[in-house]
């Protein structure tokens, strides 16, 4: 099963900006809805932004004006813009593979200090 592989998290200064990164194998991950999620301790997992296979992008309001999802199909990635990072965007940060892959990766922590 082909798991997605997320980079780019680390620890950065609330204002300050992140790009992480969601990569998988093989020429199908283009037809994959993709979406980014993030878990805080003691928290559920929730949807931060998700992308379809056309480019149809979708936001928490949490988020919206200051992270942008994007992907590149010539390099099988999805990527995460955050900017302007608040102390409460602290989590780890997971990137969920739609059909056909349908896994998780396995996750990467952002923490951002006030």
């Known amino acids: 099963q082909v798991q997605p592989v997320e980079s780019g998290g680390g620890l950065v200064q609330a204002g300050g900006s992140l790009r992480l990164s969601c990569a998988a194998s093989?020429?199908?991950?283009?037809?994959?809805?993709v979406g980014w999620y993030r878990q805080a301790p003691g928290k559920q997992r929730g949807l931060v932004a998700s992308?379809?296979?056309?480019?149809?992008?979708n936001y928490a309001d949490s988020v919206k004006g200051r992270f942008t999802i994007s992907r590149d199909n010539t390099k099988n990635t999805v990527s995460l813009q955050m900017t302007s990072l608040k102390p409460e965007d602290t989590a780890v940060y997971y990137c969920?593979?739609?059909?056909?892959?349908?896994?998780w990766g396995q996750g990467t922590q952002v923490t951002v200090s006030s």
């Open positions: 969920y593979a739609g059909y056909p892959y349908n896994t």
């Open positions: 992308i379809s296979s056309s480019g149809v992008t």
């Open positions: 093989g020429s199908n991950f283009r037809a994959a809805a």
